[in-house]
């Protein structure tokens, strides 16, 4: 199982989502574009959160130095991003990608995160509450849909907001929830196990 952790923004809780499923499936992780904080990057936050041994940490295909859309982050850098450039690492375990920002961030002039998924993959799409974020997670899940995804799964972050959850799963029904992430006071390889061990029921 390949499964590719999205968000319908920034700072949604894609890195904590990835870590659970990683958890989960004891899968291998991989972030394709990592900009800015390269010392402690996703990757990093990803090996401390969880607490198996099979795990595998692949390399990203491009570090980048500053924390900007990967494009910008690039230019900086003086490098340009290619997709040939960005080969998917070989295993035979489960493994779970990380996406940059949202689906339609740029990686070049002509790219976006969303050009690295490939068709049969699990698209995990993190969701969160705040004004807006109806539209962005509406426009998501449409978005996937046009480009032929069809296992698409939400992941809800932070506080729970009814009124805002109910209208898009009443809107996609056909889209599952796998789960919710609550807000929590921190995220640690306890409170990530926790929650691993209740997804992966619902993963396998």
Do not use: C
Request: hydrophobic share 40%.
């Amino acid at each position: 199982m390949q499964l590719f952790v999205t968000g319908i923004g920034t700072d949604v809780g894609k890195t904590v989502v990835a870590a659970i499923l990683t958890e989960a499936l004891q899968a291998d992780y991989w972030k394709p574009v990592q900009a800015g904080d390269l010392e402690n990057s996703d990757t990093h936050k990803v090996r401390r959160l969880i607490s198996n041994d099979k795990t595998v940490f692949h390399p990203s295909a491009y570090a980048l130095q500053i924390p900007m859309s990967p494009h910008a982050a690039a230019a900086i850098d003086g490098v340009e991003i290619g997709l040939d450039k960005i080969k998917r690492p070989k295993t035979d375990n489960h493994l779970v990608i990380e996406g940059a920002g949202g689906l339609l961030v740029p990686l070049n002039n002509s790219d976006t995160v969303l050009d690295i998924a490939q068709p049969n993959d699990h698209i995990i799409l993190v969701s969160r509450h705040y004004l807006g974020s109806i539209n962005h997670s509406l426009l998501s899940i449409a978005l996937l849909k046009a480009r032929g995804f069809e296992n698409i799964s939400l992941v809800f972050s932070g506080d729970e907001h009814p009124t805002t959850e109910n209208i898009i799963t009443t809107m996609h029904p056909d889209v599952p929830v796998l789960g919710r992430i609550d807000q929590e006071p921190y995220f640690d390889k306890n409170v990530v196990k926790a929650y691993a061990d209740d997804f992966k029921s619902k993963l396998l």
